[in-house]
């Protein structure tokens, strides 16, 4: 992205954090707009530049603070699945922000299209936003995600995350824009 973004504009993220920090503008979405709107980014490059003014993306202290806490007290072991779920999902486009919580980690483009969750010990819930989408198979109702989410399925293994899962994680991506 860093690349991109000198190629797009000329200029490198350090300039563009200055930019965001000098605006006054704290909130993600408002950075955006103002990125969009005053500097012609596209909506990738404007999420990306500020996240990282916002020291918010997946690589800042509070994100991995926040990680470590859901993957703790016995759901160590569910991390390595966390992530090679957000890797599959990183690779559908630029435009994904990736927002941990304190319980769980949204994934969205405009609107938030899945949510992962360490749900027990022993199971992370992968909640997805398929509107009109019939539950069936491992495609579940939402359950506690009530709204976040339309539905979910259980992934306790590495084999459960196949093509059938992140065909619908791409789905609910696409949907989401």
Known sequence: ME???IEKT???LKHWIKIVKKSKIEKHSEIIKFLKSEHDFTHGFANFV???ARESDAGSIEDKTLLDTQYSKGKEELRPLFELIESKIK???SDIEIVPKKANVSFKTKKQFALVQPSTKTRIDVGLKLKDFPVKGRLKDSGSFGTMCTH???????KDIDKEL???LKKAYEMSK
């Open 3 to 5: 690349k991109g973004l």
């Open 50 to 52: 500020s996240l990282k």
């Open 10 to 12: 000329g200029k490198d």
């Open 91 to 93: 690779k559908f486009g």
């Open 152 to 158: 979910r399925i259980e992934v306790t293994t590495k």
């Open 166 to 168: 992140l065909d619908y």
